[in-house]
């Protein structure tokens, strides 16, 4: 039975979403992905950097494709802060270190595998792989949500875009490098199941506390950004991995929030705060914006196309 609370009244989420940390954390566990870095790399195709130099010939790319390797990679990479910043709303003995601890540890083998087959592919220079690792690590850049609703809103959307992000980089690649395809797809897949869990977390929040969840969404859809700000030529990356097609603002509107806000139905929550009635009126807005930018977007590559 959901008890309604009135408008404004104080609620500690934390604590009371505690059982719907547990419920989902044990469905997550129920349907294990029990992959191994190892078995998905073709060592026999590897070569010495040392005998063999790299050079773009060795896998020919589109820029935007190789950015978005880079991109994905690095931003795997710094999987220490991001454990640290979900630690920041994890209080002692609650579920969600648990669950943190769980997705550190399947989030810790994308990198794994991700430079071994770059390595073996030779699809990224890996100088400038190792040049752009130590950068973005010394740097340790990555968001700090607030609040505990800023938090589980962030990464579902965070959660989301990097899955599409993978699965669309798969499949830009080559078709005969089923090795690289793979490795994607299995990413792909574990940022599915971890999408699914902050999600449906979200969700129960939006029962618990609604107000809060309506200011935390406003907030960061108004403020995101994919992960990986900290990585050098950050914003030359994103703009060529937009125009390939694989991820951009059109993506993020059409495959990533306008999803998730469909499915939190937060234009009918109900009870909701006078902050968060404008905060609901707001994020209207916003996406109104967003929408005409997309349609923008969209425009000038119709015109960029009819005049080539």
């Not at 009126?281 to 923008?296: G, Q």
């Amino acid at each position: 039975m959901v008890v309604k609370r009135a408008a404004g009244s104080r609620v500690d989420l934390v604590e009371e979403i505690k059982p719907d940390v547990e419920r989902l954390l044990n469905r997550h566990l129920e349907a294990p992905r029990l992959w191994y870095p190892h078995e998905q790399i073709e060592w026999g195709r590897g070569e010495s950097f040392a005998d063999r130099p790299w050079s773009p010939s060795d896998y020919p790319l589109p820029d935007g494709v190789r950015s978005s390797i880079y991109v994905n990679l690095l931003t795997e990479d710094n999987l220490p802060y991001y454990t640290c910043s979900l630690f920041d709303h994890a209080p002692a003995d609650h579920p969600i270190r648990d669950w943190n601890h769980q997705w550190t540890m399947e989030e810790n083998r994308h990198s794994m595998v991700m430079r071994d087959w770059v390595h073996v592919s030779r699809c990224i220079d890996p100088t400038l792989l190792e040049d752009g690792r130590r950068v973005q690590m010394r740097k340790g850049e990555v968001p700090h949500p607030p609040t505990f609703a800023d938090l589980i809103c962030y990464v579902s959307f965070q959660e989301r875009a990097t899955q599409i992000a993978h699965r669309n980089t798969g499949a830009h690649l080559p078709k005969d490098d089923r090795m690289g395809r793979n490795i994607l797809a299995l990413i792909a897949g574990d940022e599915t199941k971890h999408y699914l869990f902050y999600r449906d977390l979200a969700q129960a929040a939006f029962v618990i506390d609604p107000s809060a969840m309506m200011i935390a969404t406003l907030r960061q859809i108004s403020g995101f950004a994919m992960p990986g700000t900290g990585i050098p030529n950050f914003t030359r990356h994103a703009v060529r991995i937009a125009r390939e097609g694989i991820y951009g603002l059109s993506q993020y509107v059409r495959d990533v929030v306008n999803p998730v806000l469909a499915l939190w139905d937060v234009s009918h929550l109900e009870d909701l705060s006078a902050d968060a009635e404008h905060a609901r009126t707001e994020l209207a807005e916003v996406m109104a914006r967003l929408a005409a930018s997309v349609e923008r977007l969209s425009q000038r590559s119709a015109g960029s196309v009819a005049l080539a």
